[in-house]
């Protein structure tokens, strides 16, 4: 069997260690803002919409930056240096503030983990995306390993947390030094890529290229589906700890539980990514982005009318499937309809800045529901909104199949044929 290119092992690993910081801090956060930092769950909302809102603020430079610099590394080392500071900032920064003021702590936190999350995401995902289809390797292929770094981050995360909530900071600070190593050897033939494929080249975007970008039907639509699927499935899980931690006698058994059904979930998400590639080929990059809204309907209904842990727990799996479902067609939706060489503006604006911009609103939304009317019934707000959502887009979205270009195809005609 012939083994896979360095690159794909490269790569493979920037996305482990990335996703190994993501995972950690971010599934273990709401349960520290509410224990460790004294938090309610509107004033927890409040944190994640400054996050969400100053992410915002990020993503539209990030993503005309990201196309200009094509396969220069200078955006991804300003995340990795950012994620570096992971350990000091909660230690001795994060607290402090929070208890002077919770919304000027929301808005330092906002600052700092947006540009490593929210914000900093979407460059780390465009250049290996890029990079990936430069080198003839399968996105798909690579960002399994993010999955497999989510499994592991939240095995390991929920031990760290009971035993020291502080040490997981400080492995993300480590975690980050790792991913720092294997940025700096990766390593693209740019004059190859560009060669082969002038869309690879980040030279030639221009204003108008970009702002043509706001006249195309499918960016709006596509912006609409996400607003209302992949934003209110960040909203839901925010919380969720705390939701399914209701169910079991004490926090330290639920967060205990919770850790092992996370892992077990990102284990399964890791396996089907292998697969994903090759079914979203088949379905559609379209129909994947649909089949992602269904089923986030399933779960968020679900929820709100599971009243048992083992009910609970199997619909918390659906995420496992979930996942690369949206990661897979997301880019191969682009990459398929719009020009590539703007892949990275339109991934950051339809998909980063308006889920963002989605959350900023239902966040601060959603933490107030959960206060005054619980959560089952706040969950059937949010899967309402999925459900209404999803059915436009099977009507809005245009069918990729029957636009597909062999991956790195220069598509100069696909702005004018997408407008309105």
């Known amino acids: 069997m012939k083994l896979p ?56 430079f990030f993503g005309v930056i990201s196309d200009k610099l094509g396969f220069r590394k200078n955006l991804f080392w300003f995340v990795v240096c950012a994620a570096l500071l992971m350990g000091p900032f909660f230690t001795w920064v994060f607290i402090p503030i929070l208890q002077f003021n919770v919304w000027v702590g929301a808005i330092i936190g906002g600052i700092y983990l947006s540009a490593v999350f929210q914000g900093g995401v979407g460059v780390v995902e465009a250049y290996i995306e890029r990079a990936s289809r430069a080198s003839s390797i399968e996105y798909g292929r690579v960002r399994l390993f993010g999955s497999i770094a989510g499994a592991v981050a939240t095995l390991i995360g929920g031990i760290m947390y009971l035993a020291n909530p502080i040490s997981i900071f400080w492995f993300a600070s480590a975690s980050a030094a790792v991913l720092g190593i294997l940025l700096r050897t990766a390593k693209v033939d740019t004059s190859a890529a560009i060669a082969a494929d002038p869309a690879n080249d980040g030279g030639e975007i221009t204003k108008e290229r970009i702002f043509s970008i706001f006249k195309l039907r499918n960016f709006w639509f596509l912006s609409l589906l996400i607003v209302g699927t992949a934003s209110v499935y960040d909203v839901f899980d925010q919380q969720f700890p705390n939701y399914y931690n209701q169910f079991f006698p004490t926090t330290a058994i639920g967060t205990q539980r919770f850790s092992e059904l996370v892992s077990l979930q990102t284990a399964i998400e890791a396996v089907l990514m292998i697969f994903m590639p090759w079914i979203i080929n088949k379905i559609g990059a379209k129909n994947g982005l649909i089949l992602f809204g269904v089923l986030t309907f399933v779960r968020i209904f679900g929820s709100a009318v599971a009243t048992d842990t083992i009910s609970l727990s199997l619909l918390r799996l659906i995420a496992a499937v979930e996942m690369p479902l949206l990661l897979v067609s997301i880019f191969k939706y682009i990459t398929s309809v719009f020009d590539v060489r703007l892949s990275a503006t339109i991934y950051l604006l339809a998909f980063n800045f308006a889920k963002q911009a989605a959350i900023v609103i239902f966040s601060s939304i959603a933490g107030n529901m959960y206060t005054n009317i619980g959560f089952q019934n706040t969950y059937y707000f949010l899967s309402a909104i999925v459900l209404v959502i999803t059915i436009v887009s099977i009507f809005g979205l245009s069918n990729d199949k029957k636009r597909r270009n062999p991956v790195g195809a220069v598509q100069p005609n696909m702005v004018a044929s997408s407008k309105m």
């Open 5 to 60: 290119k360095w690159n794909f092992w490269n790569f493979g690993g920037l996305f482990f260690f990335y996703f190994l910081i993501w995972a950690i801090v971010l599934a273990f956060l709401p349960i520290w803002l509410k224990e460790q930092a004294g938090l309610d769950a509107g004033q927890t909302g409040l944190v994640f919409s400054a996050i969400s809102l100053i992410a915002l603020c990020y993503q539209p």
